[in-house]
């Protein structure tokens, strides 16, 4: 044995430290959760995986109540701090082996190779999908993707056909000259799949 005590030792292995952390949320909070780990993507960025306990609705015999509930979430290195006099030895760390690799040769993750013409989802040979008329009958709708916190400028959005698969759910209301006019504003791009590229906006890339 190396000296430490086990479960096969007749004795209660020690827990896993959960020391508190700062953390600085989306809109600017600050807020005391507990760290639970820390981990690396592959592209060498870091993240603190933090617990925080709300309030949760419950329903017990009938009766509905209040209860404490656990939530966890992986929060950027850029955006936790350290409690005062906390010690945060023996909290878990993983490294991704990507990262460890690169970190080690210098070397670039490889990137996969661009689709073939006609192979996407919604594709089939030379057919078009999905059938855009080209008329005033046509509708379109707007995505606003989800965006990292350390993106800068115009918020990107997506123009889609009515019938693009890659679209959220909701309704497509605007018409070809307003979705031309969409494809006008700064941040935005034409979905490649469902030929709203054809309306002469800057092709979303793949």
Same mark, same amino acid.
């Given at each position: 044995?190396?000296?430490?005590?086990?479960?096969?030792?007749?004795?209660?292995?020690?827990?896993?430290?959960?020391?508190?952390?700062? %953390?600085?949320?989306?809109?600017?909070?600050?807020?005391?959760?507990?760290?639970?780990?820390?981990?690396?993507?592959?592209?060498?960025?870091? &993240?603190?995986?933090?617990?925080?306990?709300?309030?949760?609705?419950?329903? %017990?015999?009938?009766?509905? %109540?209040?209860?404490?509930?656990?939530?966890? &979430?992986?929060?950027?290195?850029?955006?936790?701090?350290?409690?005062?006099?906390?010690?945060?030895?023996?909290?878990?760390?993983?490294?991704?082996?990507?990262?460890?690799?690169?970190?080690?040769?210098?070397? +670039?993750?490889?990137?996969?190779?661009?689709?073939?013409?006609?192979?996407?989802?919604? +594709?089939?040979?030379?057919?078009?999908?999905?059938?855009?008329?080209?008329?005033?009958?046509?509708?379109? +709708?707007?995505?606003?993707?989800?965006?990292?916190?350390?993106?800068?400028?115009?918020?990107?959005?997506?123009?889609?056909?009515?019938?693009? &698969?890659?679209?959220?759910?909701?309704?497509?209301?605007?018409?070809?000259?307003?979705? %031309?006019?969409?494809?006008?504003?700064?941040?935005?791009?034409?979905?490649?799949?469902?030929?709203?590229?054809?309306?002469?906006?800057?092709?979303?890339?793949?």
């Amino acid at each position: 044995m190396n000296g430490r005590a086990g479960a096969g030792d007749g004795q209660v292995p020690e827990r896993t430290p959960t020391p508190q952390i700062w %953390v600085r949320t989306y809109d600017g909070q600050e807020i005391i959760g507990r760290l639970l780990r820390r981990w690396q993507a592959p592209d060498g960025q870091w &993240f603190y995986e933090v617990s925080l306990t709300l309030w949760a609705h419950a329903n %017990v015999h009938g009766q509905d %109540v209040a209860e404490p509930a656990d939530i966890t &979430f992986s929060v950027p290195a850029t955006h936790v701090a350290p409690v005062p006099d906390t010690s945060y030895e023996g909290v878990p760390v993983r490294r991704h082996p990507a990262a460890i690799a690169r970190a080690r040769t210098g070397r +670039k993750p490889t990137t996969p190779p661009p689709a073939e013409p006609g192979t996407g989802p919604g +594709k089939s040979g030379d057919a078009d999908w999905p059938q855009v008329r080209g008329d005033d009958t046509d509708r379109w +709708k707007i995505d606003h993707p989800r965006y990292a916190y350390t993106q800068t400028g115009p918020r990107r959005t997506i123009v889609h056909h009515s019938s693009c &698969f890659t679209a959220s759910r909701g309704p497509a209301e605007l018409t070809t000259a307003q979705a %031309v006019e969409a494809l006008r504003q700064p941040g935005a791009v034409a979905c490649g799949v469902c030929g709203a590229d054809r309306l002469g906006g800057r092709p979303r890339p793949r």
